[in-house]
């Protein structure tokens, strides 16, 4: 069990070094610089916590930062802070209930070679510890080093925990947060640890809601059965520059209403090979079904739809559901992850082996045909898909009518 301070807080993620072979913008100025690391907590427990007070310590530096007055957390939710936001960047964003904190710092403090940070809560006179890359546990009562006034009577929660050796610019992270495993990937500053792009709302029954915001167990509508809740879900950000460098990571952009009237309801971004579903008489004399999915990069001789070159960072959502089902995307029926090929060479291996402890399946198996997840329609592919959409558009018909649910 993680070492937790007020019944739930525990240090979730720690970006050592933001610069290396990938590195890490946290504050979005166009440089990854040392003061782009960052620490985050995490509530584990299933009820708002107030942690205002809660102070981080270092020993090189001392209390670097305190939680203001007012800070709750809310169950699931994420805390970050990072060590200084530079000219021209800002607080990186997570879902509804996560905080972000800028420690206001112009130089790093993390000690890259190995350090402790270390989380103390003066309320309860108590603290909890991670170290990484071989950094022996301090004992932060004694005041030695940058712990001068650090109470001399706390006690530590746990026997402190080994988040083990960083790569650059990737953070070292709980396998699945709160998890008691840790691997180094690729940051995720207050968000939760792909193929809809940021920027999709997707429908639920409590209207549209963003994607960002939308958590394991949280419902979304489905045309064939209803209300579904999200099985497991994954995210994964890429930067203009990665996008540059490998065309086939560029979404494609649908534009609003580039599908038909009010379809999408505003700009949506998909990647290269999320399907949308097309509907009516041509799929039906092509296919022999009225209703396919095909790939988004089918869509690109529509006007309205191109790829897109981003300046900004895009990050890619994957949501998987109990079945593979048809949803709704800024109003666009489209996909819910599908474990095919696609899928399988983008989803990190730690990731795959959640999905097939989730499953209750090998990771032989896993996507196989005779496993848990059939495709919800038809897939249409390559020159018959681009095929189909040019017959939609030569006979000025719309490409997706609006599904009905069956459920």
Request: net charge negative.
């Amino acid at each position: 069990m993680a070492d937790s301070l007020l019944n739930g807080i525990v240090i979730n993620e720690i970006l050592v070094d933001p610069n290396g072979a990938q590195n890490f913008d946290t504050d979005g100025n166009g440089t990854a610089e040392a003061t782009d690391e960052y620490v985050e907590l995490y509530n584990s427990s299933g009820d708002p916590i107030d942690i205002s007070g809660l102070q981080l310590w270092d020993q090189g530096v001392g209390n670097w930062f305190t939680f203001p007055a007012g800070s709750i957390l809310q169950p699931g939710a994420h805390a970050l802070v990072i060590t200084g936001v530079q000219p021209g960047g800002s607080l990186p964003t997570g879902g509804a209930n996560d905080l972000a904190f800028d420690a206001g710092r112009g130089t790093a403090l993390i000690n890259n070679g190995g350090d402790n940070d270390t989380v103390y809560d003066p309320s309860n006179d108590q603290f909890i510890q991670a170290t990484f890359n071989g950094d022996s546990l301090d004992d932060p009562t004694q005041g030695t080093g940058g712990y001068s006034g650090f109470s001399t009577t706390a006690t530590r929660v746990g026997s402190g925990e080994d988040f083990g050796n960083d790569t650059d610019g990737l953070s070292l992270q709980r396998d699945g947060d709160g998890a008691d495993t840790f691997t180094s990937d690729t940051p995720t500053p207050a968000a939760t640890n792909i193929c809809f792009a940021n920027g999709t709302w997707l429908a639920t029954p409590q209207g549209d809601r963003p994607i960002s915001q939308l958590r394991v167990g949280d419902l979304v509508l489905t045309s064939d059965h209803g209300e579904q809740p999200i099985a497991w879900l994954f995210a994964k950000t890429w930067t203009p520059a990665e996008i540059a460098a490998s065309p086939n990571l560029a979404a494609v952009l649908i534009c609003k209403g580039a599908l038909g009237v009010g379809m999408p309801s505003r700009d949506l971004r998909l990647s290269q090979q999320h399907r949308v579903l097309v509907q009516g008489i041509v799929a039906k004399r092509m296919f022999g079904t009225d209703q396919v999915l095909i790939p988004a990069k089918a869509l690109l001789s529509l006007p309205g739809v191109m790829l897109d070159q981003p300046d900004t960072n895009v990050t890619y959502y994957h949501i998987m559901l109990e079945r593979h089902e048809v949803v709704f995307s800024n109003g666009v029926p489209s996909e819910s992850l599908f474990l095919g090929d696609q899928a399988l060479h983008s989803i990190p291996q730690r990731a795959l082996n959640e999905i097939c402890k989730l499953l209750n399946v090998s990771r032989r198996n896993l996507g196989k045909s005779q496993g848990p997840i059939s495709p919800a329609r038809a897939f249409a592919k390559g020159k018959r898909a681009v095929r189909l959409v040019e017959r939609h558009a030569k006979n000025n018909r719309a490409l997706v009518e609006r599904a009905e649910m069956r459920g």
